[in-house]
């Protein structure tokens, strides 16, 4: 931790937190989670998916770009907040075309642990079904937009970290689509290497030779809850 340190409260629980952080960083380090779906801690926080809002001093901000503070009073883990992230996480669902039991990614895909963690069940929108290209012409990695939640990771990751700007978003409101820097994903820089292709948080960018290399019910979110990684680094609170 760098920087002068202070502490501020996240449903009563004490944050230690150093000047610079995020609500987010602090906590995560405190091991209090906070649902979240467009943050990724390598890339820079971009405030998109709103899953991350919390009522800080009784204003809503996003806890992935609000810098901590000290004696902010912070509230995350109401029934209020969790029920507008799971409304949020519905709505992603709905404007994706999203089979679980067929995608590559269950298991391991951020957005179907967050489902499983906020109690979402049946969809309350009806499904938008939109036609969505698959773009299957690099010879590594495919492009699966049917999955694609508009996180942004991979376009700040290919810009940021690998320093290709291979990904972008073109369109706007329900027409706002993924796109890259080409024809297509094969005539682009990208590489099954690059961190670009290593943050997705669902079954959008997948490497190619991968698939169902390990099994359903062995993955990441199929062990234990999304978060439960965050949470163990705290002791278990006492009563
Ligand atoms: S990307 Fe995630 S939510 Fe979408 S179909 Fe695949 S496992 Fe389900
Ligand atoms: S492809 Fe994946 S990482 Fe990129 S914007 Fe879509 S969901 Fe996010
Ligand atoms: S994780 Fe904070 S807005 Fe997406």
């Known amino acids: 931790m ?3 340190s202070f502490t501020f409260t996240v449903d009563d629980v004490v944050v230690e937190a150093s000047a610079g952080q995020t609500i987010l960083q602090a906590c995560d380090a405190a091991g209090v989670y906070i649902p979240r779906l467009c943050y990724h801690p390598e890339l820079e926080p971009a405030g998109h998916c709103r899953v991350c809002t919390c009522s800080v001093n009784g204003r809503f901000s996003s806890a992935c770009t609000m810098p901590a503070s000290p004696g902010m009073v912070v509230e995350s883990d109401t029934p209020s907040l969790n029920a507008d992230r799971r409304t949020i996480i519905e709505m992603l669902f709905a404007e994706g ?5 067929a995608c590559e990614k269950s298991g391991d895909c951020e957005l179907q642990a967050l489902g499983y963690r906020l109690g979402m069940e049946a ?3 009806a499904n938008l079904w939109p036609h969505r290209d698959i773009d299957a012409s690099h010879p590594d990695i495919v492009l699966e937009r049917n999955r694609c939640v508009l996180c942004t990771r991979c376009v700040r990751a290919s810009r940021l970290l690998d320093g290709k700007s291979v990904f972008g978003l073109e369109g ?5 689509r993924l796109n890259v820097d080409a024809g297509c994903l094969g005539e682009t820089a990208l590489s099954a290497a690059d961190k670009a292709a290593a943050v997705c948080p669902v079954g959008c960018i997948l490497i190619k030779d991968h698939g169902y290399r390990t099994p359903y019910g062995r993955r ?3 062990a234990e809850p999304i978060g439960a990684d965050i949470e163990a680094k705290r002791a ?3 009563g």
């Open 2 to 4: 760098s920087g002068k």
């Open 97 to 101: 075309n999203h089979f679980c039991p």
């Open 123 to 125: 969809l309350p929108f």
């Open 172 to 176: 706007r409101g329900v027409h706002l």
């Open 220 to 222: 990441r979110f199929d």
């Open 236 to 238: 278990p609170r006492k």
